[in-house]
């Protein structure tokens, strides 16, 4: 059995060349091996959703996928929702516009959920966001701005604003 795998991972839009353990999970590989920090480690159960990115366009808490099964994907982080030039996506937008943070601890994952939310509901209502945030805890916020920026930002997008930006077509 061959004690460590090469994989590859297009984080962000960039490719990247990782050697990962056969156990090693995908929040190590993109923390310690890729220096990628947005996604944080929280509960590493999966009850948590600080860990929580877009592999090929869905929601993973990445502390739950092991790195090899992410060989080949494209991983969207919550920075990597911004364009190139640093504008804002109108998601991040709605977010900073509705407080929708405060010690920014689950703020990567919350995103990241809201992300592939608005991929398969575009026009979703209070109690579709608060079922498709109910994997990510946040526990300064009470969620109400966190619910307010994420419909926010649904209205935004379908007023023609710039695609979602991490779906998989």
């Known amino acids: 059995m061959k004690s460590e795998l090469d994989i590859m991972l297009t984080v ?10 056969p156990r090693g999970l995908l929040i190590q ?20 959703g600080a860990c929580t990115v877009l592999v090929n366009g ?21 920075a990597g929702l911004a364009a190139e030039d640093g504008t804002l996506h109108p998601l991040q937008q709605a977010f900073h516009e509705h407080h929708a943070l405060q010690c920014g601890y689950c703020t990567p994952g919350m995103l990241c959920a809201a992300m592939d939310l608005l991929k398969t509901n575009p ?38 604003a710039s695609a979602v930006k991490g779906a998989a077509e």
């Open 123 to 160: 026009n979703p209502d209070e109690n579709d966001v608060r079922q498709a945030l109910r994997g990510n805890l946040c526990r300064c916020t009470g969620y109400q701005h966190i619910v307010d920026a994420v419909l926010s930002a649904a209205e935004t997008l379908g007023s023609g």
């Open 29 to 48: 590989v993109l923390r310690e091996k890729l220096g990628v920090t947005g996604p944080h480690i929280g509960c590493e159960s999966g009850r948590c």
């Open 58 to 78: 869905e929601a993973v808490k990445s502390c739950m996928m092991l790195a090899a099964q992410a060989d080949g994907a494209e991983i969207t982080t919550a």
């Open 12 to 21: 962000d839009g960039a490719k990247e060349r990782a050697t990962v353990e």
